[in-house]
T-cell receptor, first 113, second 118 residues
């Protein structure tokens, strides 16, 4: 049973806001939600993590509804350099925890000039 | 400071040969992870080490795969009798610790080793 479900790909024009939604219906009570970004030929890079409501940093915002069964990564005013694969992660263990993390296939974002 | 380093960056080998991949984690990081990423695919967990605890090897795809870590330093991933389906990028990551239940401690990734089995 997949821990998370995300769109396989998305296209966006430069300067637009991009929202990538991830479903995690079976998230454990104590699990945080984490997003990574991977550029071609590089390892993933941590972007943001949250537990509920909204988290914002210099790169992105993360919106988590009260039921926590989904989350949305928001990238403001994307540029060509934001073209990457974005992974949503929740805990892998039966009671949460990140011991054996599965990154899945992520969402491939293509930013168009 | 120095990040996670991996060597070699590229490895081409013949089917049936053994290969050894190396990972140097960030100093002070007690947790270390190995992943495999096939072309166009997501990251597949292989194994993690946490301090002196027994490693979790449940992600290793077959008994041809093994990994070791010396204390909280360098780790090696060994693939014996390589097969063509072993061709992939092998990524190593480290984090301060595994993190408490539910909390994910940021993983810092190395550049990976691209393995090609002919």
């Amino acid at each position: 049973l997949a821990k998370t479900t995300q769109p396989i790909s998305m296209d966006s024009y430069e300067g637009q806001e991009v929202n990538i939604t991830c479903s995690h219906n079976n998230i454990a009570t104590n699990d945080y939600i984490t997003w990574y970004q991977q550029f071609p030929s590089q390892g993933p890079r941590f972007i943001i993590q949250g537990y509920k409501t909204k988290v914002t940093n210099e790169v992105a915002s993360l919106f988590i509804p009260a039921d926590r069964k989904s989350s949305t990564l928001s990238l403001p005013r994307v540029s060509l350099s934001d073209t990457a694969v974005y992974y949503c992660l929740v805990g892998d263990g039966p009671s949460g925890g990140y011991q054996k993390v599965t990154f899945g296939t992520g969402t491939k974002l293509q930013v168009i000039p | 400071g120095a990040g996670v380093s991996q060597s070699p960056s590229n490895k081409v080998t013949e089917k049936g040969k053994d290969v050894e991949l190396r990972c140097d984690p960030i100093s002070g990081h007690t947790a270390l992870y190995w992943y495999r990423q096939r072309l166009g695919q997501g990251l597949e967990f292989l194994i993690y080490f946490q301090g002196n605890s027994a490693p979790d090897k449940s992600g290793l795809p077959s008994d041809r795969f093994s990994a070791e870590r010396t204390g909280e330093s360098v780790s090696t991933l060994t693939i014996q009798r390589t097969q063509q389906e072993d061709s992939a990028v092998y990524l190593c990551a480290s984090s301060l610790t595994l993190g408490l239940a539910g909390v994910h401690n940021e993983q810092f990734f190395g550049p990976g080793t691209r393995l090609t089995v002919l």
